[in-house]
């Protein structure tokens, strides 16, 4: 079974304004509420891909009613903790450049802290447990690592989608899989990476840190996967963004599913670049049709 666990869940309210104009009344052409929270998008997709996943982590308030019913509304399991706190509001403005305000986190008491851990003591091996996201204040920074070290003896396998020191301390967990972009990877080494090129040499440095798998994705440029035994380079066709909400989490959920349904890792590889591109030059998730046409549009070098 796959869960992902989203300790930072939101509302993402998407709001199409052109032009927008600072200082002024702007009237929105189109508006669009949906479930977020990065472990929650990558839940999404599976479930349009058709593979089951369990969604985790926490909601409070009238935002995670609303988080709670459209999960249940499009067949996505859950077992989130409820908090008196509500859960925050992301707002995502579509103009001539796309600007995300991320809203005010919840508090998480402790008792809903116990109540993680006593679902996460459930996982078996075998299990694949996806770390993606913020975390909320009130929660300690080094969380994900301290489940990875309670849970990666037990055989789950761990995906961490994380940045900043999160993404640092549980490097040293042997994650199965890894999904920077080339920012957040360049973060961790503190250094600017441009190229595909540099992204597979500090790719190389993640899985010398401990990185079992590790995707890196350049926008444009496409991606890069490396782990001890392969190097691959992506390139992908180009087209207008339309979406850049849910890419990454869509690569994340395009590799556990082809992978998980027999792929060699190249090709898993290819599928999570076509499913990552689907959602970028699409307005919402991707679909298996939309990753059927542009996976013979996926080089791999």
Not at 59 to 71: K, R
Not at 85 to 113: C, L, M, Q, Y
Not at 268 to 279: E, I, N
């Amino acid at each position: 079974m796959i869960y992902t666990l989203t300790l930072n869940p939101s509302i993402d309210y998407h709001i199409w304004v052109a032009p927008f104009q600072e200082g002024q009344i702007n009237r929105a052409q189109k508006e669009w509420k949906a479930a977020g929270g990065k472990g929650i998008n990558v839940s999404k997709v599976l479930q349009i891909l058709g593979m089951d996943s369990t969604v985790l982590g926490y909601v409070g308030g009238f935002t995670g009613e609303f988080i709670q019913q459209e999960l249940e509304q499009t067949g996505v399991v859950h077992q989130l903790i409820p908090i008196s706190g509500e859960s925050r509001i992301n707002v995502k403005i579509k103009a001539e450049r796309e600007t995300d305000i991320s809203g005010v986190s919840p508090a998480i008491p402790a008792e809903a802290v116990e109540q993680l851990w006593a679902q996460l003591d459930r996982l078996q091996a075998g299990d694949y447990l996806v770390l993606a996201g913020s975390v909320p204040e009130s929660l300690p920074s080094d969380i994900y690592q301290t489940i990875m070290n309670k849970l990666g003896p037990k055989g789950v396998h761990l995906v961490l989608d994380a940045k900043g020191k999160a993404l640092r301390s549980g490097l040293s967990e042997r994650p199965f899989l890894i999904k920077p972009n080339h920012h957040e990877l360049g973060e961790l080494f503190e250094v600017e990476i441009r190229t595909p090129q540099e992204a597979v040499a500090y790719g190389r440095k993640a899985v010398e840190l401990g990185a079992q798998n590790v995707i890196v994705s350049l926008a444009e440029q496409g991606a890069v996967f490396v782990n001890r035994q392969e190097t691959y380079i992506a390139r992908i066709p180009t087209g207008k963004l339309v979406n850049s909400i849910g890419a990454g989490d869509s690569v994340v959920a395009g590799f556990l599913y082809a992978y998980n349904t027999g792929s060699v890792v190249k090709d898993a590889f290819s599928f999570a670049v076509a499913a990552g591109s689907a959602t970028a030059l699409s307005e919402g998730f991707c679909t298996p049709e939309k990753i059927a046409e542009l996976l013979p549009q996926i080089t791999i070098l």
